[in-house]
């Protein structure tokens, strides 16, 4: 039997399996910022599922990580409640029902500089593709959530009002993203110093945003309608028609969550779920673990040549095949399954020894609880476009100037129609029964990440510290990225096996933020925030 191989049915995979644990924990929660994380404890402790925890720390992350996640934004819940198969919630933007003439249309690029590399963003509110995460929230919520909605919301709004305290991570990321911050008077007053006018803030100083704790309360007390079809429907609609966005009242209107079943695989006798198509994070996930799987990992300790060089040679997989099914036209699950047929593999395997090579803000939550259900959602804001809709403290998406999602340009987009995603919410199961949940922030770098800490868990039996604290390796066209620590023999061949390379002077967000967490028989909880994007882990007791 080959190591990744494609399940035809999902509840095959995962279905009842146990009773609660017998643990005196409630769960465990682990994402890219403190707040985040405690919200899901407290929500778990108060006697919330989960689902609960996972959505109310979405909530708080809108707060908490404003640049990174927004009410404005999209994202994927991947969900297994317990006795039940996974499902994933798809709450990712969409494209507007119509084109408009580009002359009129408010978008222009920045430069957000990360100190060692700097990249081109497009913004303005003609990038906004229609949000989702509103009508994600209460659609998972309504199936699957315990608590109510206001309580759900109540710490997010807390916080947005009380205000939060600006860590280094965060502090940071305003400074790559200061163009957009800057872009109009309401987003600069969103960062602006509090002891500093004019400057945005410093890490240590604290921040609110009292109109969006109006928002939580607000959606809490009438639903999501508020945003999709009434009085912020309309406020929308108003501004994007004066001044240069596409989204209009029959956009917001007809907006849909929709489920889907993950694609499951078998990769070294575990179970593994991860976002199916039309978005091809996932599916690049399990090609390049299946073009890996023909190496002995018994045989091979980490941070060995041959780790390492299997490694980029899943990488190399992933990318070509990547160009070679073009996001722009689609990946269905007819390409899904021969992408992932056991012949297709083995041809790619046999090539790759030779083959050359020529040719953003995310974050991610994940949480499991004593009974059993896990959760791994990953949301993104794009980078944001610098407009704020009035009066709730929202910043809208930039997801049409997302250069990774638009391979054929900008403005060509098909109207009407989910946008595709690298954002691999994921879970697996060892044959053991340990169970996982882990994603990753970071655009076209989320596959490589959650590849590699897959890796990490199932094939050298890591803790979820330990993998996600590995150094890391991206392939980008010609050019191999490589963290330090990675051991000289297999430096020198990577740097010998690719057109050019960087090796970065630190850890860094550039590699992706996995945040994980596992459970297992006994209620054994562990979990680990990636220390690149500020990730915390906390446990809830009963």
Known sequence: MPAVQLACDNVCLFSSRRQSLLTSYAGVAASGSAEVTQTAVDILEAGGNAFDAVLGALCTASVAEPLLASLG?????????????????????????????????????????????????????????????????????????RMPIAEIMAPAACLAREGIEADYFHAYVVRILEPIMRATPRSFALFESPTRPGELIHEGERFSNADI????????????????????AA????????????????????????????????????????????????????????????????????????????LLRGMRA??????????????????????????????WQASLDTHSLFSRGTTHISVADAEGSIASLTASNGEGCGFVLPGTGIMLNNMLGEEDLHPAGFNRWKADTRLASMMSPTIAETPQGKRFALGSGG???????????????????????????????????????????????????????????????????????????????G?????????????????ARR
């Open 213 to 232: 704790a109006g928002a939580f309360e607000a959606l809490a007390a009438e639903g999501p309608d508020l945003f999709y079809r009434g009085e912020w």
């Open 318 to 347: 992933a990318s070509v095949a990547r160009h070679e099914y073009s996001m722009e036209g689609g990946l269905d699950r007819e390409v899904m399954g021969r992408l992932l047929d056991e012949e297709t593999i083995r041809e």
């Open 73 to 145: 934004g999209g994202g994927f819940l991947m969900a297994l409640p317990e006795g039940a198969k996974p499902c994933v919630y798809d709450f990712f933007c969409h494209t507007p029902k119509r084109h408009r003439d580009p002359q009129n249309i408010d978008f222009y690029p920045i430069i957000a500089n990360f100190g060692t590399a700097a990249q081109e963003f497009h913004i303005g509110l003609g990038s906004s593709a229609v949000p989702g995460v509103i009508a994600g929230i209460f659609e998972a919520h309504r199936e699957l959530g």
């Open 443 to 521: 655009a076209n770098r989320i596959r490589s990440a959650v590849t590699q800490t897959l890796v990490n868990l199932l094939d050298f039996g890591m803790a979820p510290r330990e993998a996600v604290e590995a150094p890391r390796i991206h392939l980008e066209g010609r050019l191999l990225s490589i963290e330090p620590g990675i051991p000289s023999k297999a430096l020198t061949a990577l740097d010998a096996s690719v057109p050019s390379s960087h090796l970065w002077p630190d850890k860094n967000l550039f590699f992706g933020g996995v945040h994980t967490v596992s459970v297992e028989e």
């Open 235 to 310: 406020r929308l609609a108003s501004e994007c028609e004066e001044h240069g966005g596409f989204l209009t009242r029959d956009d917001l209107a007809g907006y849909r969550v929709e489920r889907r079943d993950p694609v499951v695989f078998r990769y070294r006798g575990a179970r593994v779920a991860i976002n199916p198509p039309p978005s091809p994070g996932g599916c690049l996930v399990a090609f390049a673990l299946g073009v890996m799987s023909d190496w002995d990992s018994e045989d091979t300790e980490w941070g060995s040549e041959a780790h390492f060089m299997n």
């Open 523 to 539: 209620g054994v909880f562990d979990g680990a925030g990636d220390p690149r994007r500020g990730g915390v882990v906390g446990f």
